[in-house]
């Protein structure tokens, strides 16, 4: 599944932004499990958020637990990523990757198929 992430920009610490994930073709995105990723500058890609397949649960960092909501729109096929109180440290790079499995798994798994991902940059 080919997924492409947008909606990066700069905003200032305390603002929100709200990142996109589009599956191309006809994908349905019902039937994976999205998870959001982010790779800060020099530091290793961490998960951020999941939502399973049919929607049924979330589940998040705790870096950004209170402040991130996932969400899908199936008829636009796409996934969002609505980050509140944005700080600093959520300066990085953010990724989304669908997979047939659970969120659980997901967490962990190490994916090679990146997709194009968004730059998000907080500072003041």
């Known amino acids: 599944v080919q997924l492409q992430a947008s909606g990066g920009g700069l905003v200032q610490p305390g603002e929100s932004l709200r990142l996109s994930c589009v599956a191309s073709?006809?994908?349905?995105?019902?039937?994976?499990?999205i998870s959001w990723f982010r790779q800060a500058p020099g530091k290793e890609r961490e998960w951020v958020s999941c939502?399973?397949?049919?929607?049924?649960?979330?589940y998040y960092a705790d870096s950004v637990q209170g402040r991130f909501t996932v969400s899908k729109d199936i008829a636009k096929n796409t996934v969002y990523l609505q980050m509140n109180r944005l700080e600093s440290e959520d300066t990085a790079v953010y990724y989304c990757?669908?997979?047939?499995?659970?969120?659980?798994?997901?967490?962990?798994?190490?994916?090679?198929?990146w997709g194009q991902g968004t730059l998000v940059t907080v500072s003041s």
């Open positions: 939502l399973t397949r049919g929607d049924f649960d979330t």
């Open positions: 073709g006809s994908t349905n995105l019902d039937s994976y499990a």
């Open positions: 990757m669908a997979d047939r499995t659970f969120c659980t798994i997901m967490k962990t798994r190490s994916y090679h198929d």
